[in-house]
């Protein structure tokens, strides 16, 4: 999958010196290709009364990249606070039409406990490796993007209820129709009153604010997945004054191109960067090197049609597969008694 955003193909990649670290991005699972969730304290503000009536926006980063995950950004505060505080003072807008330093700024600003976003607002990220991306686009029974997409979107939501905060209004950047997405949420959350609109970080400053923790998240991590690259470089080169990067992760984008082809095992392909299920890393691993072919050897005998799933399955017509595998079931074991 190729798919694209012009705009944002078009930022600017910052330098790795100018990348802030939220709190969102755990280094380590960042370069172990693990997916996570962050959670921000709950704000002040909400926490000194809980019946506070809150407005939740979602938002995402780094759809069509093949480097690099994909973040789910959630942002809450009081609904009294909501455009007054988000639109008016602070001019949340589009990440996407902010610039790195302004979308810097605000994220900043969330973190840092003297500022009224701290003590008003609450976020979360979830973090969608490339590994577990393509791993999940790959298998036989495909668990495609948009699926994926809205169980980290219903995830974020359900934890943000389970910490007791009340949202009241929720708003969401659509994934595909926005009537089908809108009425299975409706169906989870029947009492709270739910948008999902096309360009709602355009329109809902909650939204816009989850997409500026998203994108800043996303800008982080996919520099911390850099890194291993940038150590290996220095050290097989210790004169070398610039390690060309990978750019902003997205297909069209020539550093991005350029860094898959000249850093491709012909074998392996990448690490857990890249998002192996994306057409271009596809074809780069079937073309790259015709010469490296791998050969799976067929066995002749009677089983060769057995799969691996076939050994875990329950002998008997009937039964319970796991309780067979590892033992007899308790009401066996009573009978000898």
Same mark, same amino acid.
């Given at each position: ?28 699972? #960042? ?50 606070? +909501? ?6 003072? +602070?001019?949340?807008?589009? *990440? ?22 701290? %003590? ?8 969608? *490796?490339?590994? /577990?991306?393509?791993? +999940? ?11 994926? &997409? ?11 209820? &389970? ?9 969401? /950047? ?25 360009? &709602? ?43 060309? #990067? ?6 069209? +984008?020539?550093?991005?191109? %350029? =860094? ?9 392909? =990448? ?5 192996? *299920? =994306?057409?271009? #890393? ?16 067929? /066995? ?16 008997? /017509? ?20």
């Amino acid at each position: 999958m190729d798919t694209q955003d012009t705009q944002e193909i078009e930022l600017d990649t910052p330098a790795a010196e100018d990348v802030f670290m939220p709190p969102s991005v755990w280094k380590s699972d #960042a370069i172990e290709g693990k997916s996570y969730s962050h959670f921000s304290p709950i704000p002040r503000l909400i926490a000194e009364d809980m019946t506070t009536e809150c407005v939740l926006g979602v938002d995402e980063a780094g759809r069509g990249p093949v480097l690099g995950p994909m973040v789910y950004g959630v942002f809450y505060l009081p609904l009294a606070l +909501h455009h007054s505080l988000l639109a008016e003072t +602070h001019h949340f807008d589009d *990440s996407k039409v902010l610039s790195h330093e302004v979308r810097v700024n605000l994220m900043r600003k969330l973190c840092t406990t003297d500022t009224d976003l701290y %003590t008003s607002c609450g976020w979360a990220t979830r973090v969608m *490796s490339a590994r /577990d991306i393509g791993a +999940h686009m790959l298998q036989p029974n495909t668990y495609n993007l948009n699926a994926q &997409a809205m169980d980290a979107t219903i995830d974020l939501i359900k934890e943000v209820f &389970a910490r007791g905060v009340n949202v009241t209004d929720i708003y969401i /950047d659509t994934i595909g129709k926005p009537e089908i997405y809108q009425k299975k949420l409706e169906r989870i959350w029947p009492t709270v009153r739910i948008t999902v609109a096309t360009k &709602a970080d355009s329109l809902y400053p909650a939204v816009s604010a989850a997409s500026v923790c998203a994108k800043v998240t996303r800008d982080a991590a996919l520099d911390v997945c850099f890194e291993p690259y940038h150590a290996a470089a220095t050290k097989a080169d210790p004169d070398a004054n610039k390690v060309i #990067a990978w750019g902003s992760g997205y297909p069209g +984008h020539v550093l991005t191109s %350029t =860094w898959l082809k000249q850093n491709m095992d012909p074998v392996f392909g =990448w690490g857990s960067e890249t998002r192996y *299920s =994306w057409a271009t #890393a596809k074809e780069l691993l079937e073309n790259k090197n015709p010469d490296v072919k791998v050969d799976w050897p067929v /066995d002749d005998g009677d089983d060769n049609d057995m799969r691996m799933t076939d050994f875990f399955v329950s002998k008997g /017509d009937e039964g319970d597969e796991l309780v067979d595998w590892f033992g007899k079931r308790v009401t066996q074991e009573m009978e000898c008694f």
